[in-house]
């Protein structure tokens, strides 16, 4: 499945520029993460997925979600697939691009916070840097997920949630910091007085944890 997206390419490339994967949330495009390219290193690949399925409003999404069944609140399968469809994506990319000494970093919002987190702790070999805002861990997608110390201890975690978040509750998120903690990973773990999105003290501190 080849995923359309966004690019922002600095001015000079070599096999170590910089790379920051962005994945947007339920119902939202390529666009939504991609503004934050401004603020961003200038010297970085800046890459924003669409997900391949459409919603309502002209959105899109990783996989469908049934709000009145919480047993099956995720399309599992769907889930897996977008997830397969990204990794593709992101080797895809890296390789054409030659970053062989690159650094791979994801930012994910919502149902792309999600996916992040399974990306990044199914294979973090392949990345550096990693936020996770207003998002959870699914357990339904992270069998396999890697337990060694040693494979994690490069990662770099934010993690940031609304206190008032109405649809992701910020418990989950709570939680998705526990399961950090417990696998021994770096993260830093923020809760800013907002819904479900990315207030500007949210926003800067997003940007100083890329900036270092």
């Not at 290193?41 to 409003?57: K, L, N, Y």
């Not at 509750?169 to 923020?190: Q, S, V």
Request: glycine share 6%; aromatic share 14%; with cysteine.
């Amino acid at each position: 499945m080849n995923l359309d997206y966004l690019v922002r390419e600095p001015e000079n490339i070599t096999s170590s520029t910089p790379i920051l994967f962005m994945l947007h949330g339920y119902g939202s495009n390529e666009q939504d993460l991609f503004s934050f390219r401004e603020t961003l290193p200038q010297d970085w690949i800046i890459i924003s997925f669409r997900a391949p399925r459409d919603t309502q409003f002209e959105g899109y999404s990783w996989y469908d979600i049934n709000f009145n069944d919480p047993e099956n609140f995720i399309d599992v399968p769907q889930a897996k697939e977008s997830l397969n469809a990204v990794l593709e994506s992101i080797l895809k990319i890296v390789n054409n691009y030659g970053l062989t000494e690159s650094k791979v970093h994801l930012c994910g919002f919502s149902q792309g916070g999600i996916l992040c987190y399974a990306l990044a702790l199914k294979y973090p070999e392949l990345f550096t840097n990693i936020a996770c805002l207003s998002a959870y861990a699914e357990e339904k997608i992270l069998d396999g997920i890697v337990k060694d110390k040693k494979k994690l201890e490069k990662l770099r975690f934010f993690v940031s949630h609304g206190t008032d978040d109405a649809v992701i509750p910020i418990d989950w998120g709570r939680k998705a910091a526990e399961l950090l903690y417990d696998l021994n990973c770096y993260f830093t773990f923020r809760e800013y007085m907002s819904g479900h999105g990315v207030n500007q003290k949210n926003y800067m501190d997003l940007m100083d944890f890329f900036s270092k």
